[in-house]
């Protein structure tokens, strides 16, 4: 399955708050997918978790909803932590 597409979503931090705006499917009205995957963003950057877990930089835009790294190296990097944390 394909990842998002990168410039689907838009999301600016306003006061504190983060409005998200997204582009409309041109050849369906099918655009649920992205409102709810610009719902989720809006809420992760208004809570602060829209940063990766290990470097603790901001998550670039066209990662999924759900990541918790900005990247393999990052994702790996602690994985290799944790091991070394359970074997001590």
Known sequence: M??????????EVVD???CATFERYLWS????HRLQRATTLAR???NGSWVCRWCENELPDFRR???LYCGESC???????RRRDRAS
Request: glycine share 10%; proline share 10%.
């Open 2 to 11: 394909p990842g998002p597409t990168p410039g689907s979503v838009w999301i």
């Open 16 to 18: 504190g708050r983060a």
């Open 29 to 32: 009205d099918n655009f649920l």
């Open 44 to 46: 992760r950057v208004s």
């Open 65 to 67: 909803t759900d990541a």
């Open 75 to 81: 994702r790996k990097k602690a994985a290799r932590q």
